[in-house]
């Protein structure tokens, strides 16, 4: 019975004295501490496959998906890592340093902030395809939306984007064009819960993007802004000024894809061209 | 007294440890006060965006304690007091939206309260009432995340009570509402104001439910940390100045509620 | 008046037997190793536990009666039960400790703050009716518990070791009131104590309950 229990209890005391817990705690903040700082430089672990981070506004969030997973079957080195958002949200994160290596926004504002600034390369800077904005409203049109002067109307529970975001700020001229005035019941932080509103049946009306309706169209219906009064919204990308050569190579890949064999693939989701 | 406190030795590296803590908690909310614009502060502050903002997030989170109070303390008593059949499943469900990611939590409120929703339908269809987009709305987001924080505490209130006093005042002739609010609650105070002040201090900083169930509208549902959300897109330095005043109001309520604590504690000695 | 107990009650592994009867006057201590139950005996007859099985009787009033689900609630029972500190409320002072039980019974503000006065001064305390409880020393907390206890006029008196958590001149000052409070009492007196001297000196009859413990703890109170 000694030696094993000896051994044991010889273990426990080395386990609970106090040099070994304080030992094992600055490693644990060691770890930690690399793991956190080990994030922040060189992304590219391995030495054979490059990640590129591509930063894109929410609208372009099913485009892209399909273009990142038909990109990295051509190019089976470089890792497509997809980061979605509001464009304003995502050129705030980007200009406070968030680690992207492309950006691509649904306006044309965001990327000149950046590209002023110097964190965006404006040389590189293309647009590649367009966007224009829909009526959407639940399935079956129940409120028998038929035009932009409806959503004016005290039955009709519409949300917009929020006035930053570039979907907000397009429904804002294309109602004053059209001379309507509305009353919002909730000003979105971007396009995606304008979208959601109607789809779970909150909302009866939401003004978005035509690729965004075309996108639930099994859960949605859409309403055509005539396009006298309606805005199209240049998506412009491109690439960051702080990366490597590598990254900056299949950066450059991911664009001409994206404005080559990504043009299909976006055309089949609504965007129009360039 | 402080040689008192030191002379008995702590942990090995205890201090460092606690440093670690203290500076990622203190670090990123000094870097707020630092950037903070203080030259255009009170013009920002008194814009109309923010100040309805500020007193949109006082008015519900101090609707949603009050909401919390009374229907939290019941279920806390009857948790504490009470078995029944799942009583432990019971206590997890109610314990639940603690843990929950708060966007979850606004859209399960959603399928209950929504237009489409379990009972949001029935109010729908027949009385015309829509709950979202209006600041009930905004409340309940508050209330389902909050209302979880004050039932813990006092449950673990409760359970530790001391059941002579109770047994003292009910022989006296207290019947039991008496007896709970002259005699438990009472006895419970440090307890409780810790309950109170987490539970608003929840309900204040609520996002995630509420944006999702109640929406953004400035005026309706648009509390501050929307208002401070909505900013940070609008590039204007909104942002920062909000922070600033939502961390100095919780800051000042929960340094006051403090003082009571010690007060109480100090007071109630035996 | 007689309480008659005959109530048993199960608590998990722990199984208390009790056989009681005690009369008007009398002065029953309930002694016993720590733990058999005596503390639990207390509760049961003021109501603040259920009994398993059984009855409890008082005046011919029925507190408790398991098999016919009848269950008289504390603050109808009017049975005092004095702690071993006290167990006043920390947030009243000494004269609205002693209020209490008045103004829980409906009595108005005023007339029970002056009933409570005249119940303080004679229990000596009179001059400490702002004091808050932990301002006062054990044996003046225990004399202010008994006063508000008395002051409802309960029909039986129940103590929980009233002076184990005093000290020396604490004891001595408590031993010296309760005996006094004894003799003028009228209904039974359940005391559950330690000391020796205490029961020697106050009790007029001693119940003992003897415990036999393996996997459950079978406790039995008769006399």
Known sequence: MARPALRLLKSIRLFTSSRFITVLGIAALGIAAVGVLGGCSAKNASPSGITLDVYATSSLTQAFTRIAHDFESLHPEVKVVLNFGGSATLEKQISEGAPADVVAFADTANIVRLSESKVVNSKSVITFATNRLAIIVAKGNPKAIKSISDLARADVVLVLCEIAQPCGKNAATALERAKVVVEPASLELNVSGVVQKVVSGEADAGVAYITDALATNSEIDHVEIPSSINIANLYPIGIVSKITRAENNAASDFINFVVGDGATILRKFGFGAP | MTRQQHTLKAPTGIALLAAVCGVVIFLPLGAVVARVPWGHFWSTLSSESSTSAMWLSLRTSFITTVLAIVTGLPLAWTLAHREFPLKSIVRAICVLPMVLPPVVGGVALLYAFGRRGVVGSILYDWFNIQIAFTQSAAILAQYFVAVPFFIVVMESAFEQADIRLTGAARTLGARPWRTLLHVSLPSMKPALIAAIALTWARALGEFGATITFAGNSPGRTQTLPLAIYGSLENRDDGALTLSFVMMAISFSVLILLRQRWLGALRRGGV | ?223
């Open chain 3, 1 to 223: 008046m007689t309480l008659r107990m005959t109530c048993s009650i199960d608590r998990g592994n722990f199984h208390l037997k009790i056989d009681l009867t005690a009369q008007d006057g009398e002065v029953l201590a309930i002694i016993g190793p720590n733990g058999a139950g005596k503390t639990t005996t207390l509760m049961l007859v003021a109501g603040l536990l259920a009994c398993s099985r059984g009855q409890i009787i008082h005046d011919g009033l029925v507190f408790d009666d398991a098999a016919e689900g009848v269950f008289v609630q504390p603050e109808n029972r009017h049975v005092g039960i004095v702690f071993q500190d006290g167990a006043l409320f920390a947030h009243l002072s000494a004269l609205q400790n002693v209020a209490f039980g008045l103004r829980a019974r409906g009595t108005k503000k005023r007339e029970a703050l002056a009933t409570a006065a005249i119940m303080l001064d004679s229990f000596d305390m009179g001059s400490y009716g702002a004091h808050l409880p932990h301002q006062l020393s054990g044996g003046q907390r225990q004399r202010i518990a008994l006063a508000r206890t008395l002051v409802t006029a309960p029909a039986i008196l129940l103590l929980d070791e009233p002076t184990a958590a005093l000290d020396t001149d604490g004891r001595d000052e408590t031993r010296g009131l309760l005996s006094h409070v004894f003799t003028s009492f009228s209904g039974p007196v359940l005391l559950v104590s330690h000391q020796t001297e205490e029961i020697n000196a106050m009790a007029t009859t001693i119940a003992r309950i003897d415990v036999q413990r393996d996997a459950n703890v079978v406790a039995t109170l008769t006399n």
